[in-house]
């Protein structure tokens, strides 16, 4: 009996070392549940988007077998807008290597059948491009499905987006007027804009910042690339993020195509205002 408990204590330890050592090649954001592949491979793994796709559904790693290409929403959730070279956000230990840190997601371009969508880890930026070019990847996996959700409620002109965990960019509530189509103004006077803006009953309005201004956009569609339960819309829309390798330039959203970009300060585009919702 002695012996078969030390054996059992024995193959516990082990699954407890091996375990230990599985997850070390694996990045587990606590911010949004998200697993991430950050073994060396992920420093040096350039592949056509096909490959790519192929490579993560394939991989094996850290006890998993249920790895795939991240979405173009589940990606951003690693770029730091206040960095930049690279723009990843703290926790990962293998990085790209090389002067394109660009990074392919599972996401295609609506328009062109032959381009997808990646992000330059350089600055954060996303663009669509042709999916013959080799790019780094990055397996993703997750044990619960970010449920982004979008309520319009017309009575008062607003929109209320949060998901099921609030683990991206929380409870935000939306400006959604005629104005939203109309109104462009540089960032100093979105600011004012929004800081005087008094909407559905609600007077603490802000110009949201790069991070919530993606949240609500929505690739799967073009023309507008916006999520559902928003007025149609499309062009550029002003956030209150500076880009950080760019001097005296912010960074803009783009809903006929749901990209990111960068802008002068003084450009005068559309403006969305956005307030934050506390339960």
């Known amino acids: ?7 059992l204590l024995a193959i516990v330890a082990f699954a407890n070392c091996q375990s230990k050592q599985d997850l070390s090649h694996v990045f587990i954001d606590k911010t949004t549940s998200l697993v991430w592949q950050d073994d060396v491979k992920s420093q040096a793994t350039l592949k056509k988007h096909k490959d790519a796709v192929k490579y993560c559904e394939d991989l094996n790693l850290g006890g998993y077998s249920d790895w795939r290409l991240p979405t173009l929403e589940e990606l951003r959730t690693l770029v730091n807008f206040d960095k930049s070279t690279p723009a990843f956000k703290d926790g990962l230990k293998n990085l790209p290597v090389g002067k394109d840190l660009s990074c392919w997601t599972s996401d295609m371009d609506k328009e062109f059948k032959t381009s997808a969508w990646r992000i330059d880890f350089a600055t954060g930026a996303d663009q669509r491009f042709f999916t013959n070019a080799k790019h780094f990847t990055r397996c993703v996996r997750s044990d619960k499905k970010n449920t982004a959700k979008c309520t319009k409620d017309a009575s008062k002109q607003v929109v209320v987006c949060e998901d099921e965990h609030e683990t991206y960019v929380g409870k935000l ?35 949201p910042n790069i991070k919530e201004l993606l949240s609500i956009s929505d690739v799967s569609k073009c023309e507008p690339a916006i999520k559902d339960g928003f007025n149609k819309v499309e062009g ?20 006929c195509y749901g990209d990111d970009d960068d802008a002068r300060l003084d450009d005068s585009l559309k403006v969305r205002c956005v307030r934050s919702v506390k339960n």
């Open 1 to 7: 009996m002695k012996r078969l408990t030390l054996s």
């Open 173 to 207: 509530m939306w400006q959604d007027d005629k104005n939203v189509n109309t109104i462009k103004k540089t960032l100093s006077q979105a600011k004012e804009y929004c800081k005087n803006l008094k909407l559905g009953g609600y007077s603490d309005w802000r110009v």
């Open 236 to 255: 550029y829309f002003l956030s209150s993020s500076a880009h950080k390798a760019f001097k005296d330039r912010i960074w803009v959203a783009g809903f």
